[in-house]
């Protein structure tokens, strides 16, 4: 939240495909530009329930989390089931994957 691109630079592969429950996906480059740029802010960022599963070298985590942001000047409220996978490579783990689905208000 705190938009530390230095920390996020060292913990993004450069081949992460981020998957936003929105469907619309970004590279390393283009998801931290659209923090670096102010387009998107995390405002807020809860976590429930997460599974970490880890096979080798990869760690798959899976759960829920609310999310408050602002896209691109429009505040939202998402409530997500998700994955995320980490690789365990030579400069450390790094994030490489996200896929977000919304969770529709009952």
């Known amino acids: 939240m705190r938009n530390d691109v230095a920390a996020m ?6 081949d992460l ?7 619309v996906q ?3 480059a283009s998801f931290i530009e ?3 740029s102010g387009a998107v802010k995390y405002r807020s960022m809860k ?7 880890t096979y080798g070298c990869i760690a798959i985590v899976t759960g829920q989390a609310s999310f408050e942001v602002t ?4 505040d939202l409220t998402l409530d997500l089931l998700y994955h995320a ?6 400069a450390g ?6 896929q977000a689905t919304r969770i529709m208000p009952k």
Do not use: C, I, N, P
Request: aromatic content about 12%; proline content about 0%.
């Open 93 to 98: 783990a790094q994030f490489v994957s996200w």
């Open 85 to 90: 996978v980490w690789a365990k490579r030579a």
């Open 71 to 74: 896209a691109r000047g429009q």
């Open 26 to 28: 970004d590279t390393k």
């Open 34 to 36: 659209s923090m670096r």
């Open 9 to 14: 630079e060292r913990l993004f592969g450069d």
């Open 47 to 53: 976590r429930g329930e997460t599974k970490v599963r």
């Open 17 to 23: 495909v981020y998957t936003h429950s929105s469907t």
